[in-house]
């Protein structure tokens, strides 16, 4: 199959990586050639093709940080903090985080697949054709591994690729308010020997926080990790400087995530690491941040910056990539260049995928097509979708 009258972002090479009269030729899934018209090869020239009338075309987008899958909502809480009252202290409380997961515990699969479906069909529509998906909401072994079935039968019912992330360490259970440590050892650890068991884990996170873990109590969960052969990331400096990125950084990390109180020495040691920074501006608008993430830093020390929409019910109530990468934009100041390869090239490479987030021969066959005359237009309307069609796995989705 040929797409002609194209122009393409195959985000390959130096920026968008633009040829402006392009063709695409996909075969059983992949790209099998991309470049100018006038180039291609004439043994492939016979084929099916389809005009898309000057449309661009960009890699399939990947949302490489949400929550999607939950019950409940937090609309109360959001209606708390605008009363007054902090992120932190919801959680303090008791609400926050463990509201969501006293309606998860309260979920099945199927409830947990429809609840997540509406949600994952918002990505969708924008073009979204992978999307990470965390656990976290459970924190018992059986609900953990609910959450991780309920993300991977997102496959079954949609076009998209799902890639979990197994994270019990997000918050402590009210039943181990205080001992922290013995949750790490009762049940997130074996949770995530079972689910791993069970092939439910593609990568394990961590919520490096005062509300939520130490260093130390991450570096044992990245520790049981590694033994399985997982590769880790991290929530770290979402809300203070914790230490949690020169963790991330010294376990290799695929990334670390938020990272707004991130200093100059950690976009160093990330770039040591080779770990991406993932912005999250969602989380930063919803909870009113100021602490701007070091940007200039991560470029300055070539970190790759991803962005995602950490889309959950409490501190990012955001369902539309496009949106994050206008606020990449706008409130971090990305280019809108950087904000779309946040959001295809250096977002696989924050989950560790080889075969997506870029056009050239070999890559999986994931296309956005979109009616606008430039790429900088992505992130450049707010509240505006030009998705025409998506792509998935070489046929129209
Ligand atoms: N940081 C976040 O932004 C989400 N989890 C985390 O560790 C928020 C989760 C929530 O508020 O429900
Ligand atoms: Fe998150």
Redesign the pocket.
Known sequence: MLLTNIQVATMDGDGYGLIPDAVIAMDNGRIDWVGPRADLPGDMAGQDSRDLDGRLVTPGLIDCHT?LV?GGD?AREFEMRLEGAS?EEI?RAGG??LS?VRDTRAASVEDLVAAALPRLDALLAEGVCTVEV?S??GLDVETELTMLRAARALERHRKVRVVTSF?GA??IPPDYDGRADDYLEVVCLPALRAAHDEGLVDAVDG?C?GI?FTPAQIGQVFEAAQALGLPVKL?AE?LSHLGGAALAARYGALSA??VEYATEDDARALARSGSVATL?PG?FYTLHETQLPPVAAFRGHGVPIALAT?A?????PLFSLLLAMNMGCTLFRLTPQEALCGTTRHAALALGLTEAGRIAPGMRADLAVWDVGHPAELPYRIGFNPLHHRWFDGEIA
């Open positions: 929550h939950h937090r992120y959680a926050g985080i969501t965390k976290g909401y994270l997000h918050a919520f926080e939520a929530h979402q995530d938020h999250l989380a950490d959950n019910p409490g501190s990012s």
